[in-house]
């Protein structure tokens, strides 16, 4: 049976099965005739729309004469950079691209859902997945980078060493849960969150369906903000320094 495309997932198939295959081809899976899926098709379109938005913004920047959306990023990106020196350190704004690119990707996959004719890919379990394991590599890059390697394994060992043997394999398992629980949280509220808009969408008419696309709106800023925010509590743990 045919499966149901969005239409630009439908364009990606009818112009772009070649390529989609080539890339399946890459990470050894099977090629097919339409290889494109519409979280796939929509993670594409969310980074060609970032990189436009940022595209327009950056020959605007001025100090003298900052426009609508220039007031908007600096908004934004005092408010990152505040979380980032809260959660982190003095140090934060160094890992600050990272939480930026994490929350503004994620933001926008959470909003585009809400425009009809396009789905949000955070309510597909590999989207918020693959931004947890994101995420996860990257505190434990920076970790390393911080405190080295055998430092940063220390930590594993806990404050006392001869507990050692009981906190590594907590440790290892709270690290592990992680991801997990990253892309379980960001999953399970798109996922419900776009049900119910799309449940009421269809029963109601006029003002109740406003309402709950803008809990929708509500929602997708707060779990962009608690991806966010849970990173940077991993990445502060990851390169805080022993005294």
């Known amino acids: 049976m045919h499966k149901t495309e969005l239409w630009i997932t439908k364009l990606f198939n009818d112009y772009l099965a070649g390529v989609g295959n080539a890339l ?104 918020p997945a693959g931004c947890a394991l994101a995420a996860f590599c990257y505190y434990n890059i920076v970790g390393v980078q911080a405190n080295g390697t055998l430092k940063y394994l220390a930590h594993f060992v806990g404050p006392m060493p001869a507990l050692a043997i009981l906190m590594i394999p907590i440790e290892i398992v709270s690290h592990l849960a992680r991801p997990l629980s990253l892309t379980i949280r960001l999953f399970a509220n798109m996922y419900a969150g776009e049900q119910v808009t799309l449940v009421f969408l269809k029963l109601t008419i006029l003002l109740v369906p406003a309402i709950f696309m803008a809990l929708h709106i509500f929602v997708s800023f707060l779990q962009a903000y608690i991806f966010m925010l849970l990173t940077m509590m991993y990445v502060a743990g990851a390169v805080a320094h022993e005294h």
């Not at 090629?31 to 993670?43: C, K, L, N, S, V």
């Open 24 to 127: 399946r081809h890459v990470v050894g899976i099977a090629p097919e005739p339409r290889p494109w899926e519409d979280f796939i098709a929509m993670q594409i379109l969310v980074v060609v729309i970032l990189m436009v938005v940022f595209a327009i913004l950056k020959p605007r920047l001025s100090l003298d004469r900052p426009g609508k959306l220039q007031h908007i990023f600096e908004v934004l990106y005092g408010f990152l950079h505040d979380q980032a020196e809260e959660q982190v350190g003095h140090d934060g704004h160094h890992y600050l691209p990272f939480f930026g690119t994490i929350f503004f990707f994620i933001l926008f996959c959470n909003l585009i859902g809400v425009i009809p004719g396009f789905e949000s890919p955070t309510m597909i379990p590999s989207v």
